[in-house]
């Protein structure tokens, strides 16, 4: 009898040995997705201070120059351009009229854009233009890949001449992109 269970406990053990062996292992199941992301273009925009003080000057017979920050300028341009494409900033001013009196023409005032904050992937340059009474650049961008920035801070330079009158002076600094 004890052949007979040890030829049993064999039998079964070779079943259970080969039922392991020979059972096929699982496989992850898996599947693909494929996706796409569409992105387009934003737009190309300019911001500029609301209202600025040229500051004050004290009259002289001789005039002179006033200069003055003008505050922050920034042209942002989510575009997504092509490589190689721009954009270019311009300025013009109306004259400074006081309540009564002769005005400082516009072509006395000039424009320097001073140090340039980049952001993306362009060449800025400053025009920095003498007089600002007709459309005139101040910065130009150039070789843009993709989406960039521009941030400077303007001097607007007052050539005050002699014997102007004593008063407020109002005027208009009109900034533009295209």
Not at 10 to 38: E, K, M, N, Y
Not at 96 to 116: D, K, N, R
Not at 120 to 144: F, H, L, Q
């Amino acid at each position: 009898m004890r052949t007979r269970i040890q030829f049993s406990c064999a039998i079964v053990g070779a079943l259970v040995l080969g039922g392991v062996l020979s059972a096929a292992p699982a496989s992850p199941a898996t599947a693909a997705t494929g996706v796409t992301l569409t992105v387009v273009g934003g737009a190309l925009s300019i911001t500029v201070p609301v209202t600025a003080s040229l500051g004050t000057w004290t009259n002289s017979v001789a005039g002179g120059t006033l200069s003055t920050a003008l505050g922050q300028v920034q042209v942002s341009d989510a575009r997504s351009a092509a490589a190689g494409s721009g954009w270019v900033a311009t300025v013009i001013s109306t004259a400074l009229t006081p309540l009564g009196g002769p005005t400082i023409g516009a072509a006395l005032l000039g424009y320097t854009a001073g140090s340039i904050t980049k952001v993306g992937t362009a060449t800025y340059v400053a025009n920095n233009p003498v007089a600002i009474d007709g459309v005139v650049a101040v910065v130009t961008a150039s070789g843009i890949t993709g989406d960039n920035s521009a941030t400077w801070n303007p001097t607007i330079d007052v050539h005050i001449p002699g014997g102007v009158a004593s008063g407020v002076y109002t005027g208009t600094i009109t900034h533009s992109v295209s």
